[in-house]
Nanobody, 117 residues
């Protein structure tokens, strides 16, 4: 059974940094895209960033230049380095993994990020 475990969330002041991690266990298939989504209170879940198996990264306009996504294929782990955090980055962040062969998606349980002074 595939399990995604996120870590690294927390409370940070505006302008601060956090690094999220998501480790996938129980994986017996090739992982394609790995990514991060977020959902703020009262809003729909939105894509933050994703990275291909080859390392090509894409970002939402709102985080471009501030966030950096990376992955360690040997560890089935994806990271999100978040710098220059703003209050509007406050949300629950979810890890997403896509199976390469079938496109099946797997989700983590979410980790809270709160940016506040």
């Amino acid at each position: 059974q595939v399990r995604l475990v996120e870590s690294g969330g927390g409370l940070v002041q505006p302008g601060g940094s956090l690094r999220l991690s998501c480790a996938a266990s129980g994986v017996i298939f090739s992982i394609g895209i790995m990514g991060w989504y977020r959902q703020a209170p009262g809003k729909q879940r939105e894509l933050v960033s994703f990275i291909s198996s080859g390392g090509r990264a894409n970002y939402a306009d709102s985080v471009q230049g501030r966030f950096t996504i990376s992955r360690d294929n040997a560890k089935n782990t994806v990271y999100l380095q978040m710098n220059s955090l703003k209050a509007e980055d406050t949300a629950v962040y979810y890890c997403n993994v896509v199976r390469a062969e079938t496109g099946s998606e797997y989700w983590g349980q979410g980790t809270q990020v709160t940016v506040s002074s």
